[in-house]
């Protein structure tokens, strides 16, 4: 099985960037989508981005043009390239890894967006 690990979080005032890290240890065999999440206190988890084993690429809707998902499928890494960043965007964001059918997910790192 594999174990994410993100990093990167900080705190950054509004229209900053950021770019998270999330290594995923253990063995690469079966591992498909990788993909990060967000939850902000008070709120259900919520998808921000993901990419499959052939690209392809996915992002909600609040973060589109703002943000880019990339991979390192060697490495068994991905990583969230985070532009324009606004308050709303406070929260911790968490790295999921799918192996096989099993999502694994990574303890998150804190993003905090000052105005």
């Known amino acids: 099985q594999v174990q994410p690990v993100e990093s990167g979080g900080g705190l950054v005032q509004a229209g900053g960037s950021l770019r998270l890290s999330c290594s995923a240890s253990?063995?690469?065999?079966?591992?498909?989508?990788m993909a990060w999440y967000r939850q902000a206190p008070g709120k259900p988890r919520e998808f921000v981005a993901s990419m499959l084993l052939d690209g392809r690429t996915d992002y909600a809707d609040s973060v589109k043009d703002r943000f880019t998902i990339s991979r390192d499928y060697a490495q068994n890494a991905v990583y969230l390239q985070m532009n324009s960043l606004k308050p709303e965007d406070t929260a911790v964001y968490l790295c999921s890894v799918r192996q096989f059918t099993v999502d694994y997910w990574g303890q998150g790192t804190q993003v905090t967006v000052s105005s």
């Open positions: 253990g063995s690469i065999f079966g591992v498909t989508t």
